[in-house]
């Protein structure tokens, strides 16, 4: 099953190992500290350095999340989650 090029093209962006990522990031960063300094009065080192560490973490965490993702659509579940033996809410014999 071959993927849209659309959906490859946004994969291939929000990988750790892409170039444009660390650069959106930052500036995503900076565009919400300045608007919240400007609004709301925050400290724009401090405001900034949670966005900023927040950004990594979601871009670091990318391939957890992109791995979780397929083992839900594979219907695979992890060995802590087991599925009920019957539907009902009785004991099954």
């Known amino acids: 099953m071959q993927q849209r090029p659309e959906e490859s093209s946004i994969s291939q962006f ?29 400290p724009r080192a401090w405001t900034g350095l949670v966005l900023s560490f927040v950004f990594g973490l979601l871009v670091l965490g990318s391939r957890l999340i992109k791995s979780t993702i397929q083992e839900q659509r594979r219907g695979r579940q992890r060995p802590g989650n087991f599925a009920p033996a019957c539907r009902s809410g009785l004991r099954c014999a």
């Open 14 to 42: 929000l990988t750790p190992e892409a170039m444009l990522t660390p650069g959106v990031a930052g500036s995503l960063a900076m565009m919400i500290t300045n608007a919240l300094a400007v609004n709301f009065n925050a």
